[in-house]
Each structure stands twice: as structure tokens, then as C-alpha cells.
T-cell receptor, first 115, second 111 residues
Framework: AQSVAQPEDQVNVAEGNPLTVKCTYS??????LFWYVQYPNRGLQFLLK??????LVKGSYGFEAEFNKSQTSFHLKKPSALVSDSALYFC?????????????FGKGTRLSVIA | DGGITQSPKYLFRKEGQNVTLSCEQN?????MYWYRQDPGQGLRLIYY???????QKGDIAEGYSVSREKKESFPLTVTSAQKNPTAFYLC??????????FGQGTRLTVV
């Protein structure tokens, strides 16, 4: 069975500062990892994914994430936060050995970037 | 213009009434999914379908039903057996090995 933990319900950061949103996962097979962002009353937008290859993955809007197998983590990062980055962020995982099985999501972390 | 479309955006249900949420995609994806979102609980899986004419229950299927008669369509019916249906419902689709694409959601409220 798969699971995802996002240990922080809320992250506050000043505009221009680096941001990190944490995610740890548990999966029995090969981890496929994803980050999505949600703005109010909207669907989820894909940011980036790790399937295989380089542990540092670059995605949309300047975001990146680092896959750490030993720590089973996939933290989302951005070097310089913008007010417009304020949103709800979800980490998700699925077993890469199991076809089109559904993503399992964390509970989300609300990011607030303060001007 | 390719994408996944959910309708309606807002839906109001009376007690004891069944309602159906629409989800259509023109991305030629085999797999489709329904999630429910409640504040502070993330996304919970209701039903999913990996191929036409086949679907499986997710973690919270009680009180819901689905059909997958066409590749493009995966409607969700919220039945009167669902005791707490007020939530934001999200539909998604994906191709093999790729990320999931989400619709814009339907907000269902019981009145």
C-alpha cells in the first residue's frame, strides 16, 4: 500500500526568500512521485514528477523537487518565492510497477507568501 | 482544445435526491478517476476506471456509483445513500506512465 505524509499544514515565507514544502512517502514498489498545486475553487495543476533518472527534478514556474530514496522524501523547493505562489500544494505517489493505478495524495500544505 | 471538462461547476442537492456529475475528456486517456476533497483531508479516491466497461471502488465508494460506457466519459452519481455529500469533487484522467490531468471540479452542496 502507498501513503504520503505532508507534515506541515501551513508554510509561511516572505516574498523573495527560498521555500520548501515537505513530503515523505511509502510505497512497496518503484516510487513515481508528483507535485500538484491548487488555487481556490480550481482543479489541480501538475507541477513536476519523478519517475527515474536525476534526483533533482525541475518543473513549472521555477519549482524543483529532490528525490531522496534513503529518506523516502520528495520535498518541493523554489529559490525565490512570489506572492502568486500562495496556494495549496499536494504531493502524490503511486507504485510505478502497477500500471494505471490511482495516485495517493497527501493532505496538502497551504503555502502563504507574504509581501 | 484538449482537456478534461467537469460539469456543472456548482450543484445543489436536496435531501434524498440522486445527482450526477459529468466528466468528459478528449485526451484519449484510458484511465479516469474520481476524487472527493474536503478541507484538511486532501483527496480521497471514490472510484476509478482503467478501461472502458470496467471500474473499481476506491477508498470511499459507499453512496456513489459510476459507469464507463465510453472512453471519453466517466459520470459519477451521488446517491441518497451518501449521508454527507457536501464536498468538492475532482475528476482526473491519465495515460499509461504519465501524470494525471484534472478537471476544474464540481462543488456539491446539500440544501
Amino acid at each position: 500500500a502507498q501513503s504520503v505524509a505532508q507534515p506541515e499544514d501551513q508554510v509561511n515565507v516572505a516574498e523573495g526568500n527560498p521555500l520548501t514544502v515537505k513530503c515523505t512517502y511509502s510505497v512497496s514498489g518503484n516510487p513515481y512521485l508528483f507535485w500538484y498545486v491548487q488555487y481556490p475553487n480550481r482543479g489541480l495543476q501538475f507541477l513536476l514528477k519523478y519517475i527515474t533518472g536525476d534526483n533533482l527534478v525541475k518543473g513549472s514556474y521555477g519549482f524543483e523537487a529532490e528525490f531522496n530514496k534513503s529518506q523516502t522524501s520528495f520535498h518541493l523547493k523554489k529559490p525565490s518565492a512570489l506572492v502568486s505562489d500562495s496556494a495549496l500544494y499536494f504531493c502524490a505517489v503511486r507504485d510505478g510497477n502497477s500500471g494505471n493505478t490511482p495516485l495517493v495524495f497527501g493532505k496538502g500544505t497551504r503555502l502563504s507568501v507574504i509581501a | 482544445d484538449g482537456g478534461i471538462t467537469q460539469s456543472p461547476k456548482y450543484l445543489f442537492r436536496k435531501e434524498g435526491q440522486n445527482v450526477t456529475l459529468s466528466c468528459e475528456q478528449n485526451l484519449n486517456h484510458d484511465a479516469m478517476y474520481w476524487y472527493r476533497q474536503d478541507p484538511g483531508q486532501g483527496l480521497r479516491l471514490i472510484y476509478y476506471s482503467q478501461i472502458v466497461n470496467d471500474f473499481q471502488k476506491g477508498d470511499i465508494a459507499e453512496g456513489y456509483s459510476v459507469s464507463r460506457e465510453k472512453k471519453e466519459s466517466f459520470p459519477l452519481t451521488v446517491t441518497s445513500a451518501q449521508k454527507n455529500p457536501t464536498a468538492f469533487y475532482l475528476c482526473a484522467s491519465k495515460a499509461q506512465g504519465a501524470e494525471a490531468f484534472f478537471g476544474q471540479g464540481t462543488r456539491l452542496t446539500v440544501v
